[in-house]
């Protein structure tokens, strides 16, 4: 019964890794990468590419959102990789992984936390509240529907919380429940959002570890995502069904694509496939994925991103989700929501001022509980003064920085607005949770700055 309910509960997981094969096999940047890091690879282009193409479907030519448009997208990616294949020229011998003792402890760990969360995840339901209340319920209106734009969303005369809230996570819940054709109440759901945890560590752990080493790469990503709150958390975090961790993963492998010196078109166009999903799972992924591109954009421009076919992609494909995401809004009556973007008034940051205290009482709380965080409230500031010390401007790292002050403002602009208080606490984990590919990048350069200081400073000690 356990392995039936396994088998029903990878199928929608199986379904993204067949769509995003096709992709990894033509982006030249990730298709030489170890078997490892394609699978994770596969896992997020996957997600973004089904998502995405499953609303633009839906949205602009009404077809049907179900089953057979998703088995449809999925046979698409592997006829892709299959094509790839034939009309390639003669692949080049991939070199060994040669993963470091680090590496490969690390990869072990996220492995066992893997497999708890899915063996945990095919005999409990959802059981998360924001996740039921907001996401889940919609994309019990989008398969009923069959469409984006089910009667419940756009008649205001239903009472729907959060109406307006992007639909790509519950369009992967729909895939994740109507593949198998199982139950809402099975694992099929929280058993696809606990893969992004280990897809989007390993990104990180092969794409981080060429601007920061090895060493200091593990650490910076285990201290992230093995933290509790990350890895087992049932607000935000891999065990729930909120859009914050998918979020943060698309975010983390568009960082780590732009962070690249060279990006080909199709490394460009999968950079920017993932900016346009991260536009599509929360409201704030339009702003922290613009603050991504701009911040591309602006540091290569001196090697002329924006006249490459690699800029025009992903800051092209980045506009065109922002576009269906205002196009779809519009069309929906907006109730029962905090209004955030329509009481941003700049009178009202000075809300802030007045809830500075609630701020730093909330951070100190939640940094402080070291059962879900950990010792990352003892890492950051050491971390900041080992970046500050040896950081040189690398591009890893001011893509890393732009993106952590992006969440930042966001954040005290969300507070600023709230309004309530008390909606600081209950949320600054969540805010956390998003961060988390930014901050594993900074903590990895600040473990390499400070490695490389440790090895100078017995070289300039006079005798």
């Known amino acids: 019964m356990l392995l039936r309910q396994l088998i029903l ?18 982006v030249p940047e990730l298709r030489r990468l170890p078997a490892t890091l394609r699978l994770a690879w596969a896992y997020l282009a996957g997600a973004a590419a089904i998502g995405l193409l499953a609303y633009a479907l839906s949205l602009g030519l009404g077809l049907r959102v179900g089953r057979g448009l998703f088995l449809t997208l999925a046979l698409a990616g ?8 034939v009309v390639g020229r003669r692949r080049r011998p991939r070199p060994p992984a040669r993963w470091s003792r680090g590496e490969r402890l690390l990869q072990v760990l996220l492995l066992l936390a893997t497999l ?4 945990e995840s095919v005999d409990l339901p959802v059981t998360d509240f924001d996740g ?7 994309a019990r209106f989008l398969r009923h ?18 109406p307006r809230y992007p639909p790509l996570a519950p369009l992967l819940q729909v895939l994740a429940v109507e593949l198998p054709g199982a139950s809402w109440e099975g694992g099929n759901v929280r058993a696809l959002y606990a893969l992004f945890l280990p897809a989007l560590a390993l990104v990180l752990l092969g794409g981080v570890r060429r601007g920061a080493g090895r060493g200091a790469t593990a650490l910076g990503v285990a201290a992230l995502f093995l933290t509790p709150a990350v890895a087992w958390g049932g607000e935000g975090g891999a065990r729930s069904t909120y859009s914050d961790l998918p979020l943060a993963a698309f975010l983390g492998g568009a960082l780590v694509l732009l962070a690249r010196p ?30 991504l591109a701009l911040a591309a954009a602006a540091g290569l421009a001196r090697r002329r991103f924006l006249a490459s076919g690699a800029g025009w992609a992903a800051t092209g494909l980045w506009l065109a989700a922002v576009a269906a995401w205002l196009d779809w809004r519009r069309r929906i009556p907006n109730r029962n929501d905090e209004g955030y973007l329509e009481s941003l008034a700049p009178p009202r940051l000075e809300a802030l001022a ?10 100190r709380e939640t940094l402080g509980d070291l059962g879900e965080w950990g010792l990352l409230a003892l890492l950051l500031p050491f971390a900041a003064l080992a970046f500050a010390r040896g950081w040189r401007g690398t591009r890893l790292g001011r893509l890393a920085l732009t993106a952590l002050l992006a969440q930042v403002a966001l954040a005290a602009a969300a507070y600023a607005a709230a ?21 594993a990048v900074l903590l990895a350069l600040a473990a390499r700055s400070a490695l490389v200081q440790a090895r100078r400073e017995p070289e300039q000690t006079p005798e």
């Open 9 to 26: 509960a990878l199928a929608g997981p199986v379904a993204l890794l067949a769509a995003g094969a096709g992709l990894v096999a033509w």
């Open 78 to 85: 592997l006829g892709a990789a299959l094509a790839r294949r």
């Open 116 to 119: 708890g969360l899915l063996a």
């Open 132 to 138: 039921r209340m907001t996401w889940g319920t919609q």
């Open 145 to 162: 529907a069959g469409s984006v734009l089910p009667e419940a969303l756009t008649d205001d005369r239903v009472y729907v919380i959060h």
């Open 262 to 291: 060279r990006l080909s078109t199709a490394g460009g166009a999968a950079a920017g496939l993932l900016l346009a999903a991260a536009v599509l799972t929360k409201q704030e992924g339009a702003v922290l994925a613009g603050a």
């Open 354 to 363: 007045d809830r500075g205290a609630a701020l730093v009482d909330a951070a």
């Open 419 to 439: 309004p309530r208080a008390d909606v600081i606490p209950a949320t600054l984990g969540r805010f956390l949770v998003q961060a988390a590919p930014a901050l």
